[in-house]
């Protein structure tokens, strides 16, 4: 079976006018509840899942230095052409421990195999090949994965980070791509790739100001801003929406570079609930959660947002690259949290939707309505199930 929200049901026209309008009244009144509660929680909460938090482009940067370091090894676990070009020449400096760019280096092999096996898939859960077709990276806006990794024809790539990061990278790719013998960024042929910009720190925590133009799309942006603004508590979707992201779609998620932004509980939770609004039916999220927090807590993080999936560590997946060292089990000892034998830290995470986005919410709603005007009898429900 396909996505619910098919281009079948989508070529029928609704007649149910009044029905949409209640419907986008409860939307907004869900989402203004949520967002006083999440601030609420965040209020109250006296921890910060990263207390010392960091520029998102200095993230972003330490991340870029050991991508490229694992690509100069004969044996690295992935090959990133363009990471260097983003360092702008500067020499590698140590400004991350030795274990979190082991955990850098891990997250990106691990989230890079599980975009690949998302979009070469035959068949999951009864969908067929060819419909992950949208890919949304959150976080990192030095992310290369859109330039080095062989999307199908027809991908269309979101990265959403902060603005700043954005033009940096955008600029440091396009000035390398211009001396001899450097490698050009650029996507797959048949693939599109759109630049978000959203600080998701403040975006979570409802501030107006978080969504920002890049320098060439400022009436693009404008347009977005006020379509957040039409929708109090949301901290991506109107954005996403305007770049030409499709909610009754399927769509593969993947998060990196959260970590260190100072994102607590309650705003890395509305991050995780603004996925599952946006995310079809059986839509796919993978990435790394940020820490310092318990195994349970991030497991709870994903179910309260609704998304059902499994979280792990990265000396679980390791890919034979994470040493038994006192130096490193020291490391990752801080900043534990007193829960149990559990330490906290950024884990690894995959998950699936398995409930509707709004969006198909939306025309579920208005079709039962429509049918049931018709009486159509109990037929109409086997179409969603």
Request: glycine share 8%.
């Amino acid at each position: 079976m396909g996505s619910v929200g098919s281009s079948s049901l989508r070529s029928h026209s609704l007649n149910a006018a009044s029905c949409c309008s209640a419907r986008n009244s409860q939307r907004l009144h869900v989402r203004v509840v949520r967002c006083q509660t999440q601030k609420q929680v965040d209020s109250n909460s006296s921890s910060s899942i990263a207390a010392g938090s960091r520029r998102p482009i200095e993230v972003s940067r330490s991340i870029a230095a050991a991508r490229a370091a694992e690509s100069s090894l004969p044996d690295g676990l992935f090959a990133d052409p363009f990471a260097a070009q983003l360092l702008d020449g500067q020499q590698q400096q140590q400004q991350q421990q030795q274990h979190e760019e082991l955990l850098d280096v891990i997250a990106t092999r691990y989230i890079d195999e599980s975009l690949q096996n998302a979009m070469a898939a035959t068949n999951v859960n009864s969908i067929q090949s060819g419909d992950y077709r949208q890919v949304v990276i959150i976080g990192d806006g030095m992310d290369c994965r859109p330039f080095r990794l062989p999307w199908p024809p027809g991908t269309l790539l979101f990265l959403v980070a902060p603005p700043e990061v954005h033009e940096q990278a955008e600029a440091l790719l396009a000035a390398a791509g211009q001396q001899d013998g450097q490698q050009q960024a650029h996507v797959m042929r048949g693939c599109l790739l759109r630049r978000v910009s959203m600080n998701m720190a403040a975006a979570a925590a409802g501030d107006a100001d978080a969504s920002s133009a890049g320098p060439a799309d400022t009436a693009a942006a404008a347009a977005a801003a006020a379509a957040a603004a039409a929708a109090p508590g949301t901290v991506f979707s109107a954005q996403l929406a305007h770049a030409g992201f499709r909610a009754d779609r399927l769509s593969v998620w993947a998060l990196q570079g959260l970590h260190d932004q100072g994102l607590g509980k309650a705003r890395l939770q509305a991050v995780l609930s603004e996925v599952a609004d946006c995310a079809a039916f059986h839509s796919l999220l993978v990435g790394e959660l940020p820490g310092p927090i318990s195994k349970r807590d991030a497991e709870n993080l994903l179910a309260e947002a609704g998304l059902l999936g499994a979280v792990f560590s990265h000396q679980q997946e390791g890919y034979g690259r994470w040493q038994q060292q006192d130096s490193l089990q020291e490391n990752l000892k801080e900043g534990a949290e007193a829960a149990g034998d559990e330490l906290a830290q950024r884990w690894l995470c995959t998950a699936q939707q398995l409930r509707l986005s709004l969006e198909q919410m939306g025309i579920y709603e208005d079709w039962a309505t429509e049918f049931a005007d018709a009486d159509a009898g109990d037929d109409f429900i086997g179409n969603f199930s």
